[in-house]
């Protein structure tokens, strides 16, 4: 008797997998693929890789607010890796798990997919660089995964206005309820 919730759970997704929605964006290399750009997330946050990390930004939203900020791309991208550098004196990232097990799938109107990717970072957070006093909070987040010109690629999503670059970059977004994130802080 205690293999049959097991058996009930395993036809189940059998039978998800089967379902046309499969059609959405779900085959294995798909979900291959997006397991390893997630590992690749995780790495170069940890390691504060600003260009890394942008190099894994669809290139539509990398042009979108290249746009806005009436910039090129290049100036847009040399501005982010400054910024950064400019921050890593005052935030340390602990850690980043990117949950890809639960990873959910959506299809829009348009009939292209996104997935969501559960994440979880752990930031250190200075007062002054290389202060005594610092504090570490913990954000939980989702991290959204997409094709852009026929390539998957990641992109956290953070607060309103990184949610609104992202729906401006891609209008068929422009309806989805995506998660803020939820950010508390941890005893060190």
Known sequence: MHHRPQTRYRSTLLALMLLPGAAFGQSPEDIARITELAGQFATVTENSDMAGSLEMLPPTLIDSISAQMNVTRDEYIGHMIQAASQNASLVSVR???LDTDAMT???VPDGSSYA?????SV???SDTPGGPRSTVVQE???TLALK???EWHLVRLGSDQQQENIRMAFPALYDQDFPLPQIEEVTQ
């Open 95 to 97: 850690s980043v798990t």
């Open 105 to 107: 799938w959506h299809e």
């Open 116 to 120: 969501l990717i559960p994440t979880q």
């Open 123 to 125: 930031v250190e957070i």
């Open 140 to 142: 939980v987040s989702q």
């Open 148 to 150: 852009d010109r026929g």
